[in-house]
């Protein structure tokens, strides 16, 4: 019978093997066993966002305010209309994984990739805000793009119009705090509400520039951009011009027409 010898090489390599196998075996127990509260965390922070934006405070806990007020719902974004989904799944949508799969994307045409994301998911979900009656009061439209060091995340909300923006928010970025990180700050956001989509002639209105017009023809239309930031804030509005005047065109035309 061979004697085992745990200070020879093959010992050692052994014991350390048996060692690995053992870690590997209790971290994928804790990925699993982790799986469910980790996804939990991912939804919570998802309503949060949205009832950010969606005009109602939280009242007991988020998953109930959010399903009192919030629906779900999928759009074709070349058609602009609603895919027929449940809500849930349209919830759980993941358009960022998506946006990779061939099966799902489509490429964004070089002269309208002002986001610079190259592709997208050929569905998005939005996210219909209502009143305890059932009236829509505002649509929620999850937007990104790539800004200095990092790609941007937000939901923006929209009136029922379909032309007047009502709130936005950012849930995911890497930029600098304290300059590209203010678009974070309540107050830089609080100066997109009200602003225009487009402008009464079609043509696109919303736009972050310097030196924004405040009093003349660009009031409606215009937000200063941030300070010290500047391609930070060339980033965001190239992202929600893409995602405003091109990508949600049809849906937002379609609301406007009371088509959906």
Request: proline share 3%.
């Amino acid at each position: 019978m061979l004697k085992f010898n745990k200070d020879s090489v093959f010992g050692t390599f052994t014991v350390i093997i048996g060692l690995c196998l053992v870690c590997s075996v209790l971290v994928s127990s804790a990925v699993v066993a982790l799986g469910p509260f980790q996804q939990a965390a991912i939804n919570n922070d998802r309503q949060v966002n949205i009832l950010r934006v969606s005009g109602h405070d939280i009242e007991g806990t988020v998953a109930d305010t959010y399903n009192q007020y919030i629906e779900a719902r999928l759009v074709d974004l070349d058609t602009g209309k609603y895919v027929d989904v449940s809500s849930e799944e349209a919830a759980a949508y993941n358009f960022q994984s998506l946006a990779k799969d061939p099966n799902y994307n489509t490429a964004i045409p070089a002269d309208v990739d002002y986001a610079k994301m190259r592709v997208r998911a050929k569905n998005m979900p939005v996210f219909l805000a209502k009143n305890a009656e059932g009236k829509v009061e505002r649509y929620i439209l999850p937007f990104y793009g790539q800004a200095l060091w990092s790609t941007v995340y937000g939901y923006v909300a929209v009136a029922p119009d379909g032309n007047t923006i009502k709130a936005v928010t950012f849930y995911s970025h890497g930029e600098t705090p304290g300059l590209g990180g203010e678009i974070d700050n309540p107050r830089w956001q609080a100066l997109w509400v009200d602003k225009k989509i487009w402008r009464e002639d079609g043509s696109d209105g919303f736009v972050i520039t310097k030196g924004a017009d405040h009093v003349g023809e660009g009031k409606d239309y215009e937000v200063d951009a941030l300070s010290g930031a500047t391609l930070t804030a060339v980033g965001v509005n190239n992202a929600a011009h893409y995602w405003l005047h091109v990508a949600y065109k049809p849906f937002l035309e379609n609301v406007r027409k009371g088509e959906i």
